[in-house]
Nanobody, 116 residues
Framework: QVQLVESGGGRVQPGGSLRLSCAASGSISSISTMGWYRQAPGKQRALVASITRGGKTNYGESVKGRFTMSSDNAKNTVYLQMNSLKPEDTAVYYC??????????WGQGTQVTVSS
């Protein structure tokens, strides 16, 4: 019913920036919340940021002040602007949507590598 496709990942030097995009399709009206999660090697998947249909955002503590999540409802797309990137931000970043209030749908992930 809902499909998510991430894009925008890549390799960047410490201090650099990347902008991730996640395009949603399908039963958009069933989505209540969208988020970005990341998973580094050997680590559990962790919340990076989330946004409600009304535009309220929430951020993981480690990215506050550096990352900004936004949405373009007309395009059914959410974004994650990542600034001041650090090596510890290296991970696969996944787009997530909560559908019908209870079901999580995930994108395929996009690799972000921060390295000098």
């Amino acid at each position: 019913q809902v499909q998510l496709v991430e894009s925008g990942g890549g390799r960047v030097q410490p201090g650099g920036s990347l902008r991730l995009s996640c395009a949603a399709s399908g039963s958009i009206s069933s989505i209540s919340t969208m988020g970005w999660y990341r998973q580094a090697p050997g680590k559990q998947r962790a919340l990076v940021a989330s946004i409600t249909r009304g535009g309220k955002t929430n951020y993981g503590e480690s990215v506050k002040g550096r990352f900004t999540m936004s949405s373009d409802n007309a395009k059914n797309t959410v974004y994650l602007q990542m600034n001041s990137l650090k090596p510890e931000d290296t991970a696969v970043y996944y787009c997530n949507s909560r559908v019908l209030g209870v079901v999580d749908v995930w994108g395929q992930g996009t690799q972000v590598t921060v390295s000098s």
